[in-house]
């Protein structure tokens, strides 16, 4: 199964733009890219997810590499709300979610 | 909205208990998954099921057993609890197709002494 890299941490200031990077050199044309989060105490929740082309909602944006082998989550203005660990993961087109990895601790500062 | 119900939330066993965490979604959705977290790391992935009737192994299957009652419910059993095994506990389901999005519950907080 494909696998995801991720920095174990960033910092961000409160009300900076944030981009949370995300490397899968062995990404399979078929495997979507999906971002969770999970908050403390929490279970992860859904973020964003793309294919090919760059995604925005509400929530973030997501920017994918030409190549498919790298993708960068954009929170535009992060609150300290956003505070948590997220993590880019993989899942094939039979919809199955197999990999978490570590993911990404994000801190943000006021 | 329930989404994806996990019973218990907290759970202490001893050492060569047995118990069943229970997980439900009503979403209709195909795929459901069991993980484990450990204090400070990521989701690992214990079992899966793809459909009702089928189940499939993760990255730390060993001592642990599934269940697909039906559609709805996924169960994960713990035949002989060993204090290795004291970790959260979350379920998660999420439909077919690669561009659906996964729900999680809350969690099983599981400490065996």
């Known amino acids: 199964d494909a696998k995801t890299t991720q920095p174990n941490s960033m910092e961000s200031n409160e009300e900076e733009p944030v981009h949370l990077p995300c490397n899968h050199s062995t990404i399979s044309g078929t495997d979507y890219i999906h971002w969770y989060r999970q908050l403390p105490s929490q279970g992860p929740e859904y973020v964003i997810h793309g294919l090919t082309s760059n995604v925005n909602n509400r929530m973030a944006s997501l920017a994918i590499a030409e190549d498919r082998k790298s993708s960068t989550l954009i929170l535009h203005r992060a609150t300290l709300r956003d505070a948590a660990v997220y993590y880019c993961?993989?899942?094939?087109?039979?919809?199955?979610?197999?990999?978490f990895g570590g993911g990404t601790r994000l801190m943000v500062k006021p | 909205n329930a989404g994806v119900t996990q019973t218990p939330k907290f759970q202490v066993l001893k050492t060569g208990q047995s118990m069943t965490l229970q997980c439900a979604q009503d979403m209709n959705h195909n795929s459901m998954y069991w993980y484990r977290q450990d204090p400070g790391m990521g989701l690992r992935l214990i079992y899966y099921?793809?459909?009702?009737?089928?189940?499939d192994k993760g990255e730390v299957p060993n001592g642990y057993n599934v269940s697909r009652l039906n559609k709805r419910e996924f169960s994960l059993r713990l035949e002989s609890a060993a204090p290795s095994q004291t970790s959260v506990y979350f379920c998660?389901?999420?439909?077919?197709?690669?561009?659906?999005?996964?729900?999680f519950g809350q969690g099983t907080r599981l400490t065996v002494v």
């Open positions: 099921s793809a459909s009702e009737g089928t189940t």
């Open positions: 998660a389901s999420s439909g077919t197709g690669g561009y659906t999005e996964a729900f």
């Open positions: 993961i993989l899942m094939n087109n039979a919809g199955n979610m197999l990999t």
